[in-house]
């Protein structure tokens, strides 16, 4: 059974920083290319952040650019985000989600994803 | 950025009705759109791609059509499992972006 679990959110001051963390099981975690996205009741869902399944590519949203840093190690089978220089508007359930297996526009859906952990920017 | 609308915002139902849902893309994605759905604290839940492909498992009152801007999403026959926020996303460029959600509810 393909299970995806993130952990890592928390209460966090504007400013501070925080490392998210997604751990894969159930498939051949290496294979896939992944996705974060967030969540929040005023703007809904967004995409933040997708890597590639050997990292050579990686691509963020505007919103985080600078801010946000993905990764992952295929060995831990696990995937990750490094948030700094946070601020209110960062504040959100933020998810991982798995692309369909293959390369191209057409493989570019998200086929399972996370429970979501919720990191809340606030002093 | 892709711009993605849904019609209604929100929608009432009895159990065993026919539902509709209209996502709008601000110009042409071709048929790269997926549709989720999401009940109240838990994560979306992948019902279809590429337009009208239902992911595994997903049940075959769940319908999708459309191309280019124009989408819907048809429940054939709603059922109390289905009372949720129903979300499309487009994958044809970047940023992914998503529809802001409609929710259907017991009428």
């Known amino acids: 059974e393909v299970q995806l679990v993130e952990s890592g959110g928390g209460l966090v001051q504007p400013g501070g920083s925080l490392r998210l963390s997604c751990a894969a099981s159930?498939?051949?975690?290496?294979?896939?290319?992944m996705d974060w996205v967030r969540q929040t009741p005023g703007k809904g869902l967004e995409w933040v952040s997708y890597?590639?399944?050997?990292?050579?590519?990686?691509s963020y949203a505007d919103s985080v650019k600078g801010r946000f840093t993905v990764s992952r190690d295929n060995a831990r089978n696990s995937l990750y985000l490094q948030l700094s220089s946070l601020r209110a508007e960062d504040t959100a359930v933020y998810y991982c989600?798995?692309?369909?297996?293959?390369?191209?526009?057409?493989?570019?859906?998200?086929?399972?994803w996370g429970q979501g952990t919720l990191v809340t920017v606030s002093s | 950025d892709i711009q993605m609308t849904q019609s209604p915002s929100s929608l009432s139902a009895y159990v065993g009705d026919r539902v509709t849902i209209t996502c709008r893309a601000s110009?042409?994605?071709?048929?790269?759109l997926a549709w989720f759905q999401q009940k109240p604290g838990k994560a979306p839940k992948p019902l279809i791609y590429?337009?009208?492909s239902l992911q595994s498992g997903v049940p075959s009152k769940f319908s999708g059509s459309g191309s280019g801007t124009d989408f819907t999403l048809t429940i054939s026959s709603l059922q109390p499992e289905d009372f949720a926020t129903y979300y499309c996303?487009?994958?044809?460029?970047?940023?992914?972006?998503f529809g802001p959600g409609t929710k259907v509810d017991i009428k």
């Open positions: 989600a798995r692309r369909a297996y293959g390369s191209g526009t057409y493989y570019n859906f998200h086929d399972y």
């Open positions: 159930g498939f051949t975690f290496s294979r896939y290319s």
């Open positions: 996303q487009q994958y044809n460029s970047y940023p992914l972006t």
């Open positions: 590429a337009a009208s």
């Open positions: 890597i590639t399944s050997d990292s050579s590519t990686i």
């Open positions: 110009q042409g994605i071709s048929n790269y």
